[in-house]
Antibody, heavy 120, light 110 residues
Framework: QLQLQESGPRLVKPSETLSLTCTVSGASISSSNYFWGWIRQPPGRGLEWIGS???????YHNSSLKSRVTMAMDSPKNFFSLRLTSVTAADTTVYFCAAQDSATKRIDFWGQGIPVTVSS | EIVLTQSPGTLSLSPGERATVSCRAS???????LVWYQQKPGQAPRLLIY???NRATGIPDRFSGSGSETDFTLTISRVEPEDFAMYYC???????????FGGGTKVEIK
């Protein structure tokens, strides 16, 4: 069974960079079967797609966040990562990593989510 | 960017009643890329329906999806106590590419 686990600091200062890692088990991130993505959800609110990375290294971003987002993958260690620069209080939210089936575009697997607070 | 608008925002029902959740797109959506999720408090979303009308593995047949182009519907034929949750639609636009979610519909106990 494919599993994903987010990790990273839960408190980030305003204007700094948020860095998260998603460790994948039960599948190789070098597989063409999935896009590896990030989604966030502010407390009590809806889901917002941040971006996705494919095994080729190609990335796709939400246009509203694109200039601040960098995604990468480490195939030998089987994890992918997110960097979000110049964070503000509006970036305080739960961040999920996810595996999106490359054929159907459905998100089959989700991490449990990691809450991140932006505060000085 | 395709915007998905869900309605109603909240649906108050008694167990055994029928739930109908609408997802309207600002532009035509590829049917095969329209997905529905269920989310309970403190949990990640769970896949319910993909390709507009295909139930995911393990999803009870009281859940069904329908629709095409810009209008899609999630129906729960008879709401069970465990179905009270948030529901989200999602689409993937291959032309950009980009993924978007609807704003969500809360199905609550009346």
């Amino acid at each position: 069974q494919l599993q994903l686990q987010e990790s990273g600091p839960r408190l980030v200062k305003p204007s700094e960079t948020l860095s998260l890692t998603c460790t994948v088990s039960g599948a190789s991130i070098s597989s063409s079967n999935y896009f590896w993505g990030w989604i966030r959800q502010p407390p009590g609110r809806g889901l917002e797609w941040i971006g996705s990375i494919y095994y080729t290294g190609t990335t796709y971003h939400n246009s509203s966040l694109k200039s601040r987002v960098t995604m990468a993958m480490d195939s030998p260690k089987n994890f992918f990562s997110l960097r979000l620069t110049s964070v503000t209080a509006a970036d305080t939210t739960v961040y999920f990593c996810a595996a999106q089936d490359s054929a159907t575009k459905r998100i089959d697997f989700w991490g449990q989510g990691i809450p991140v607070t932006v505060s000085s | 960017e395709i915007v998905l608008t869900q309605s109603p925002g909240t649906l108050s029902l008694s167990p055994g009643e029928r739930a109908t959740v609408s997802c309207r797109a600002s532009q035509r959506v590829t049917n095969s890329y329209l997905v529905w999720y269920q989310q309970k408090p403190g949990q990640a979303p769970r896949l319910l329906i993909y390709g507009a009308s295909n139930r995911a593995t393990g999803i009870p047949d009281r859940f069904s999806g329908s629709g095409s182009e810009t209008d899609f519907t999630l129906t729960i034929s008879r709401v069970e106590p465990e179905d009270f949750a948030m529901y989200y639609c999602q689409q993937f636009d291959n032309s950009i590419p980009a993924l978007t979610f609807g704003g969500g519909t809360k199905v609550e106990i009346k």
